[in-house]
C-alpha cells in the first residue's frame, strides 16, 4: 500500500505538470529577431522528399574548387555559425549551411523517424542540387555536427551516393566518444522528460533561449519543440565508424572546459585511438560554444589548421 508520502510525491508531480501544461498554452512563441529576419530572407529553401529544407550558401574566393560545408550542433540552427560566416567566405569558393531536419527554418515533420543518416543524406542532395557533387569538400562542425560528418565520412569511404568529395574534417564539441561523452543537464532533462519535454523545451525557448543565443529560438519554430525527443536519439547512437581509419585531415577544436568532453579523459582517448589526427586547444575559459564565445579564436584555429596541408 502506498504511504502518505507517496500520495503527497505524487500530488505535487500532477500539481506541477498541470502547471507547466497552463503555462505552456498561455506563452506565445518568442518572437524572431531582425538579425534572424534577416538570416531567413537571406537564405533559401529546397524540397527533399517533400520536406522543405533551409540553407545559405555564400559565394567566395574566386578560382577555387575548394568548398567549406558547416553542420551545426543541437539544439540550434545554422545562425550558430553568424560570428565566422564572413572570415569562412575570405578563404573558400563557396561556404553551404543548413538547418537540419527538425531544426531551425527547415521543416520539422511529426510523426517522422530522425535519424543521423538521413541528415547526412541532406546534405548530400544539397550539394548534389547546388552542382557541387565534385568539388573538395572540408567539414566543419559543433556538437551534434559531428556525429553528422562521420556519417557523411562513412558513406564518402563506402562511396554510397558518389555526391561527395571530402578533403578535411575539422570537428568541434561533439560527443564522439560514448566513453567519454558527458551531456549536458538540458540534453539529459529533455531527453528523459518523456511527455513533459516538448512542455519544457517550450518554456526554455521563452525565457532562456530567446534572451541569450538567438540561435536557440530555432528548435521551437514550427512546433520543433514537439520533435525534440527524437532528435536526441543521436546521443545513444553515436559510433565512430571511419574516422580511425581515415587517412585526409582531421583536426579537432577542444576546450578543456567543455562539460561534454572532460578533460583529460576525452583528451587522452583522442591522442590514442585518432594517433594521427591534429588537435587544436583554445584558451581556457572557453566552454561548449567557440564559435560563439571566442568566434576569432576559433576560426584562427581552423583556417590554420586548412593552410597545414
Not at 115 to 125: L, R, T
Request: glycine residues 6%.
Amino acid at each position: 500500500m502506498r504511504t502518505k508520502i507517496q500520495y503527497k510525491i505524487q500530488y505535487t508531480m500532477e500539481l506541477l505538470a498541470m502547471c507547466l501544461l497552463a503555462a505552456y498554452l498561455q506563452i506565445p512563441l518568442p518572437q524572431v529577431s531582425l538579425a534572424l529576419h534577416s538570416w531567413k530572407s537571406s537564405g533559401k529553401f529546397f524540397t527533399y522528399e517533400g520536406l522543405h529544407i533551409f540553407y545559405q550558401e555564400s559565394v567566395g574566393v574566386v578560382g577555387s574548387l575548394e568548398i567549406a560545408v558547416l553542420l551545426h550542433s543541437f539544439p540550434t540552427s545554422i545562425y550558430d555559425w553568424y560570428k565566422i560566416w564572413e572570415g569562412l567566405t575570405l578563404r573558400f569558393h563557396q561556404v553551404l549551411v543548413l538547418d537540419f531536419l527538425g531544426f531551425g527554418f527547415s521543416d520539422n515533420p511529426q510523426p517522422h523517424h530522425y535519424s543521423i543518416f538521413e541528415q547526412a543524406s541532406i546534405m548530400e542532395v544539397l550539394l548534389w542540387h547546388l552542382g557541387l557533387q565534385n568539388h573538395r569538400t572540408n567539414l566543419l562542425s559543433h556538437d551534434y555536427g559531428d556525429i553528422v560528418a562521420q556519417e557523411l565520412l562513412y558513406q564518402y569511404k563506402q562511396n554510397q551516393s558518389g555526391r561527395l568529395t571530402i578533403k578535411s574534417i575539422h570537428l568541434s564539441n561533439g560527443g564522439i566518444f560514448p566513453e567519454t561523452h558527458r551531456p549536458l543537464l538540458l540534453q539529459k532533462v529533455l531527453k528523459d522528460g518523456g511527455v513533459l519535454s516538448p512542455i519544457l523545451t517550450w518554456l526554455m525557448n521563452f525565457f532562456v533561449f530567446s534572451r541569450s543565443y538567438p540561435s536557440l529560438w530555432a528548435i521551437c519554430n514550427n512546433d520543433g519543440n514537439l520533435v525534440i525527443v527524437n532528435l536526441l536519439q543521436y546521443i545513444i547512437n553515436q559510433r565512430m565508424r571511419a574516422l580511425a581509419s581515415e587517412t585526409n585531415p582531421i583536426d579537432f577544436i577542444y576546450e578543456p572546459l567543455d562539460p561534454v568532453n572532460p578533460y583529460p579523459e576525452f583528451f587522452e582517448l583522442y591522442r590514442k585511438m585518432l594517433s594521427r589526427s591534429m588537435m587544436s586547444i583554445l584558451d581556457d575559459h572557453i566552454s561548449h560554444d567557440p564559435q560563439l564565445e571566442d568566434p576569432m579564436g576559433f576560426l584562427n584555429a581552423y583556417l590554420g589548421f586548412i593552410k597545414s596541408f
